[in-house]
């Protein structure tokens, strides 16, 4: 929103933008190698996270991996990531994540990574990025929620920003921000 809030007090976000941004989105998604949510988005909104465009020279549109940060492997087996077979699903969990989870994670054909936690007993987003990395996945296009977000921003593991604006005013100390985290102490500490 023009305040940069994701989504209203109530978790509201359709649509704030327009067309074009969600096209432009599926653009995007259509040249990185994996996209990346946290379990937030999951349970939130059971999003399929795959690209719907087609592009100029490609028989149907490429689809990144699904990539999911679920560090102690809440994410339901019903969930479109997990049935739908599109593309591939990685969930990057941790030793928190019960073995017979992980069992029928992968017995649904999701792929699973565990990853040494970090101190705030969430997935090591540097680790998870090195497993991803060794598993062929070398650019990610992160759409998570403002805690992904500000989590990436805090482990300065953000290349690039796509920052859609749209014309709402959402108002509201409740309302979500783009970026959530620890943040900045001081302005010369941003990210530019």
Not at 25 to 31: A, F, M, N, Q, T
Not at 91 to 120: D, F, H, Q, W, Y
Not at 163 to 187: D, E, Y
Request: glycine share 10%.
């Amino acid at each position: 929103s023009l305040d940069g809030k994701i989504a209203t007090r109530t978790g509201n976000s359709q649509w704030i933008t327009n067309h074009w941004a969600r096209s432009y989105g599926h653009y995007l998604r259509s040249v990185y190698d994996g996209i990346l949510v946290g379990i937030g988005t999951i349970l939130a909104d059971n999003p399929m996270l795959t690209c719907r465009i087609d592009r100029e020279a490609q028989e149907r549109p490429h689809q990144p991996a699904r990539i999911i940060l679920d560090s102690q492997g809440r994410i339901p087996l019903q969930a479109r990531v997990v049935t739908d077979q599109t593309t591939s699903t990685i969930v990057v969990t941790t030793a928190a994540c019960l073995p017979a989870k992980r069992i029928s994670l992968e017995n649904a054909g999701v792929t699973v990574l565990e990853v040494p936690m970090n101190k705030e007993k969430q997935v090591d987003l540097s680790a998870a990025m090195e497993s991803l990395g060794e598993h062929g996945i070398h650019s990610i296009l992160i759409e998570g929620g403002a805690a992904v977000q500000g989590s990436f921003f805090d482990a300065r593991l953000i290349d690039k920003i796509y920052a859609f604006i749209g014309n709402k005013v959402l108002g509201g100390m409740q309302s979500l921000p783009a970026v959530a985290g620890v943040g900045v102490a001081s302005l010369d500490q941003c990210m530019s």
